[in-house]
């Protein structure tokens, strides 16, 4: 299985920057959790995460990059290091060339482009330097600031996966989204 290739540098679009996400980030997801109650549910967790979860995570980063299993990004705006989201690439299918991608950003910076420019920013890095062929975002269908962001970086709409998932022991509607290299807009 191909693994996700480490990183000389931050991964740079026009206004924002992606990490490997790192110790330093679990301040800024704590307070983050804090600051949305609704966020861990979004994320289809079963509550927020703690800080040793999130270092647990951090710790085994590196061996899901290597087995090619998954990767995670913190978004940072162009010249600031402060975490502001973070995008999960998990579900990766190798035989098939695709991934699913998952991104949050910070309640106080929600609106302002951060997630739309940053899913650019990975998406061109999937496809030019991974060879992945479809990027896609699942989420609730009324999420609309998550489906907003994705359109405005070229996902398109395919629909609605009824009772796809289970989470906190009901059955949810996801919304499908994707994207091809043919759709990716500049970053």
Do not use: K
């Not at 679009?13 to 861990?40: C, K, M, N, S, T």
């Not at 690439?89 to 991608?101: I, K, P």
């Amino acid at each position: 299985m191909p693994s996700f290739p480490t990183l000389d540098a931050p991964l740079s679009g026009e206004r924002v920057a992606l990490r490997f996400e790192a110790e330093r980030d679990i301040p800024e997801v704590l307070i983050a959790h804090q600051e949305d109650p609704a966020l861990f549910i979004r994320l289809g967790l079963d509550r927020p995460p703690s800080g040793a979860e999130l270092g647990r995570r951090i710790e085994a980063a590196d061996a899901r990059r290597a087995d090619g299993s998954g990767v995670r990004f913190t978004i940072v705006e162009s010249g600031d290091d402060t975490c502001r989201g973070q995008i999960d690439v998990h579900r990766v299918d190798w035989d098939h060339l695709r991934a699913e991608a998952g991104i949050w950003v910070v309640p106080g910076h929600r609106g302002r482009g951060l997630g739309s420019a940053a899913l650019r920013v990975l998406a061109h890095w999937l496809f030019d330097r991974c060879g992945l062929q479809r990027l896609e975002l699942l989420t609730e269908p009324d999420n609309a600031r998550m489906i907003g962001a994705a359109r405005r970086a070229g996902f398109v709409d395919e629909g609605v996966l009824r009772a796809y998932v289970r989470e906190r022991g009901a059955r949810l509607d996801v919304t499908v989204l994707s994207l091809l290299p043919a759709d990716l807009v500049t970053p």
